[in-house]
């Protein structure tokens, strides 16, 4: 058998791949391996991710024990595509994920399986909202991001993104997220006012949809008291309560759900990303019992048994999630990055910073420097992406399982970063 060297180099991605393509523009490196909280391009160069496949990696790239099981799986040919067959890797997995996740935590949760992604979790919830409460609009809120298919952009606020639809995004209202107004307008008020007004012409929603933070819109954290609040208007009103919890959930705010912490319990919860525990594609749907009506193969997807990720999610389920370890270390690893961007906030001029658990924003008043100290981080071997609706906020997701001494040494490439595109006032100046 002869083999062919193919030669790859920057101008291949340039002359073959769509347009579409973004994040290889901010990181153009070629990269080649991966282990941990680090990258490796063709060059032997190093990077540390503090992206963690935007939420995707948060055990980390290639971690042994997942890898392990991953190999043993396929080495003696477990089954790889399924459908919704019932398979020794996806009974695994249920009886795992309800032994260590739901049952702990009191949730009658029913598990649906759509296609492996995140926007089509949210798109199954959307569909059954309507579906057994027999009404059309879904209320989001202001930055919201739930996926690029159209039912999700029809809820996701960024005006860019919901250009591309092509299309009216219809069906969907959008109200004002936990301290949109700087907290100078009353919570609720005007959705209550609206919902319990004859004339102001909102129609009865199906479903409310929610992200307890919003990564994309800029690392917005709802207080517990707000979710809390919106859960009753939900319940008083016989609206359904759909928490997205694609990026933020499997432990990214400390706890297995982001919602935990506050008290409260969805209706309908979406995960994706991260679920998988080692990268692969796989989402799920999760219903209270009683709204499981849907008619056999109602919502399908080719690739909705993805075995192989099933195999991954229920090693990382075993050996994350079967004590309360990781969420005491992501508590302590959240705390260093509030205070490393505290310090660096208390340096320089108009910044703040805002966050939960593992999940962080360093917000620029200047937009345009968030980008710069991004670029600047990367020549010096860091990948950090922005976030929010004119990208002036700098999000981190390193993985949950990083180490603290990387961790820290991404911080201080943060902050040198800022130093140089944002300097701090010389003596002169504040006197």
Known sequence: MTTIETHVDETTFSKHESEVRTYCRNWPALFDTAQGSWLTDVNGKQYLDFFAGAGALNYGHNEPTLKDALIDYLVRDGITHGLDM??????????????????????????????????NAVESALK???????????????????????????????????????????????????????????????FERVLDDQGSGLNRPAAVIVETVQGEGGVNVARAEWLRALAELCFDREILLIVDDVQMGCGRTGEFFSFEFAGITPDIVTLSKSIGGYGLPMALTLLKPELDVWAPGEHNGTFRGNNPAFVTATAA?????ADDLLTRDVARKGAIISEAFADICARHPGMSHRGRGMVAGLVFEEASLAAEVCAIAYESGLLAETSGPSDEVIKLLPPLTIDEDDLLHGLAILRDAVALVNPAPTMEATA
């Open 317 to 321: 389920l075993n050996k994350f999630w």
């Open 86 to 119: 019932s398979t020794r890797a996806k009974g695994e997995f249920l009886q795992t994920f309800h032994d260590l996740i739901l049952a702990p935590r009191n949730l009658d949760y029913k598990v649906q399986f759509p296609g492996p992604t995140g926007t």
């Open 128 to 190: 059954l909202a309507r579906k057994v409460t027999g009404r059309e609009s879904i209320i989001s809120f202001t930055n919201a991001f739930h996926g690029m298919t159209l039912g999700s952009l029809s809820v996701t606020g960024n005006a860019s993104k919901r250009a591309g639809a092509g299309v009216p995004l219809v069906h969907s209202t959008p109200m004002p997220f936990d301290n949109y107004f700087d907290g100078t307008v009353e919570d609720f008020g005007w």
